[in-house]
């Protein structure tokens, strides 16, 4: 409790007699809480079936029929990583929040309940939160605006990619040591690019590769896409540069376009003055592209394959040094007239092998213009792991690791899924604000709960937040059939 206390005038002086300013504690308010957002998620719950999809799809985790279901334990945990919380005992202090305990969309357990309950996901299960992820899809296409929901339908772009993620303890399962040093798991991601959600993840050992299961994480993206789309892509970086994946893309008629390794066949093909016609990139100052003669050895012939090139000229001032990745992007020739000052400018080259229509210059630079954008599969990683909590794995159960994946996943489609259904992302996708802003702007918002003539009010501090806006539109959206 503050007591602020005013100024009076001394009796012979007249002057103004300040006063210390004395501020007491007072008695807790269990009316309060810090995440009155949470509110909103319970709003997205009711109208686009989280919790029902996820159980349908993960089915039974425990013999008995008591206590939190799989689906709960998901999305509890989704709550509870959007409301900042990243590690189990998150969830205790989740729970010490008794106001904000009447907002949550399922009651939250305590951390050695969800963590039992996390290792009993096996396989089925683990599958089964793609499976509820696919049937929200088709849940929020069909609350979206006529051209938006065209929009989505027309064409569908998958990135796949895999990012490691720095664990400690010799107790993690699967856990190894990466070319860094550092010990780290990996979660290999398959991302519907335009809508921004995570359709497929899998959990991997540190050091395994993820080209072993590009096709499999492929096909499962496929399948959480909602039906009605008309044209499917993909795209990879130059970690997945493989034939069968090539192969795998072409016979289920997917548009590809794969990131080639600078090896020194396709650097030589890419070699000689005049051999190409190169024209300029879009939004990109002092780069090139052009289409050259290289198709691996055992990749897919006579099936349209075509290699991009893209040059950028580097001024011999701005060689990258040593140890920098970029300069293994400049052929050896030129790095050494370069580094003995015989030139003042290099040429740094990437490569992109891909089915799609390239037959005029336009198409060229619109295809370039889009696999640059694969980005979009890296900004799913940055929003997981400093949005929600997937830059730890807290269990030395690799089970229950998988389970805090996926659960950072869920709260990053959960993101895309409320800016999508209320318009906050300016319909279109593009202006999606990222996880960390979503919590400090709708969930983390403080407030006070009070109740008169059956009416719930949250009762938030002065200002503009996104939840006066959001929570709102939500409210009049109808509840799925």
Known sequence: MASLRGKKKTPKTGKKRQRARRVRIGTPDPRLTPSAGIEALREADRVLGLKDSLEAGIGAVKQRNRGLSGGELLLSMASAQLAGEDFFVGLD???????????????????????????????????????????????????????????????????????????????????????????????????????????????????????????????????????????????????????????????????????????????????????????????????????IDYLPGNWPKDENITCIARRTRVAAGKIPTARARKRRTISKHQLALALEGRIDEVDSYSFILTNMDLSTEEKLAEVEFWYRHRTDIEELNKNAKHGTAMRHLPSSSFSANSVWMWAGLLGCAISAWIQEITGSDHGNGRGRRTVKTIRRELFAIPGRITRGAGITYLRLPPGENLLTRVLPKLQELPSPH
Request: proline share 5%; hydrophobic share 40%; charged share 20%.
């Open 93 to 291: 202090r989740r729970r010490r929040d008794v106001a904000g305990q009447e907002l949550e969309p399922v009651p939250t357990p305590p951390s050695t309940t969800a963590y039992g309950i996390a290792k009993r996901f096996g396989p089925h299960q683990l599958a089964g939160i793609e499976a509820g992820v696919a049937s929200i899809n088709t849940t929020m296409l069909g609350l979206l605006s006529l051209p938006r929901r065209s929009s989505l339908l027309k064409v569908a772009t998958i990135d796949g990619d895999a990012t490691d993620i720095e664990v400690y303890g010799r107790s993690k399962e699967k856990a190894a040591h990466a070319y860094t040093g550092a010990l780290t798991l990996r979660s290999h991601i398959g991302f519907w690019a335009e809508a921004g959600i995570p359709l497929a993840a899998e959990l991997m050992g540190g050091t395994e590769d993820p080209r072993a299961n590009a096709v499999d994480i492929l096909d499962r993206s496929i399948a959480g896409l909602p039906e009605g789309v008309q044209q499917i892509r993909c795209r990879w970086d130059a970690g997945y540069f493989a034939g069968n994946l090539a192969k795998a893309c072409l016979e289920r008629n997917v548009e590809f376009a794969i990131g080639a390794k600078r090896t020194g066949k396709v650097m030589a093909a890419a070699a000689g003055l005049g051999r190409y016609t190169w024209i300029p990139t879009i939004g990109m100052e002092n780069t090139e592209i052009a289409v």
